[in-house]
């Protein structure tokens, strides 16, 4: 390959590298080269953790370019070569420690604080049924949309007055929403980026996950992991909506569904007994 198009190749590569975040499709047009907007309580958590990481990486990379500089410009044609098979007890040592200080700083760190937040935020289900005014959802997932089931003013899943959406999330912010998922088919992962968190949806089993928004707005819900050939397709959105408005959008999509409710449709009556998990 001839100089030039290989200098042609890199620019196009870094102006495809530097144009991708540029590219985000979402209800609400995200801005700049970061994350996409954080509209969860916990999180700050996560996009943390990988700031933090991506600052011990950046770290080490310096001192390879550096420690590789010195080595070029250092042992240039005056040096004289020195053969080692790098197996003496110093080599070992040497190789051992920086390798043992590197994976206890950066992958401890990883370690420590990921069971942190996971216990005290991400899996902390108990925290999140104990507040009053905690939202319970249902969802099954198939090929390809996101079914979504609400108990209505009884209280109870699977019942006349359920309200039943189709790729259509709306929460109350400043609550618990607490969500049980279950797969019809193959391999599912609910996903919501805005609010840090996904879970699998698994046939044959029911998994959980829990958030709290703390901001109103339309976001993504996506897939997040390869189902079949309309994957790209299986995408909805989560409205986060303040606690009136979502009081009176309840109480429409109820009467909605008590008048579309069909006793024999027995497809429609996918819902379960909620429990505890």
Not at 38 to 54: C, F, K, Q, Y
Not at 178 to 194: E, M, R, W
Request: hydrophobic fraction near 45%; include cysteine.
């Amino acid at each position: 390959m001839r100089p030039s198009r290989y200098v042609k190749l890199l620019w196009l590569t870094l102006l495809f590298s530097l144009s991708a975040p540029l590219a985000w499709a979402a209800p609400q047009p995200e801005s700049g080269y970061s994350f996409p907007r954080d509209a969860s309580v916990h999180g700050h958590r996560i996009d943390w953790l990988i700031e933090i990481t991506m600052v011990f990486c950046i770290i080490l990379f310096v001192i390879m370019c550096i420690w590789m500089a010195l080595a070029v410009f250092k042992h240039g044609e005056d040096h004289e070569a020195e053969y080692d098979h790098g197996d003496t007890k110093h080599s070992m040592y040497v190789a051992f420690s920086l390798s043992a200080i590197i994976f206890l700083i950066v992958d401890g760190n990883l370690f420590y604080w990921a069971v942190k937040d996971l216990n005290e935020a991400f899996w902390a289900f108990d925290d999140a049924y104990a507040a009053e005014n905690h939202l319970k959802v249902e969802i099954n997932a198939h090929q390809w949309a996101w079914d979504f089931r609400y108990a209505g003013p009884d209280d109870v899943f699977n019942t006349a007055d359920d309200i039943v959406t189709l790729n259509d999330f709306r929460v109350p912010v400043d609550t618990p929403v607490i969500v049980q998922i279950a797969s019809t088919d193959v391999l599912h992962s609910f996903a919501l980026p805005n609010f840090r968190v996904k879970m699998d949806a698994v046939p044959g089993s029911i998994t959980q996950l829990w958030f709290q928004a703390k901001r109103t707005g339309d976001y993504d819900i996506s897939c997040a992991q390869h189902c079949g050939t309309n994957h790209y397709k299986m995408k909805g959105q989560i409205s986060v909506l303040t606690q009136e408005d979502y009081d009176a959008w309840f109480r429409h999509a109820t009467r909605v569904s008590e008048l579309a409710y069909d006793p024999e449709d027995e497809s429609a009556h996918w819902g379960w007994t909620w429990e505890k998990l």
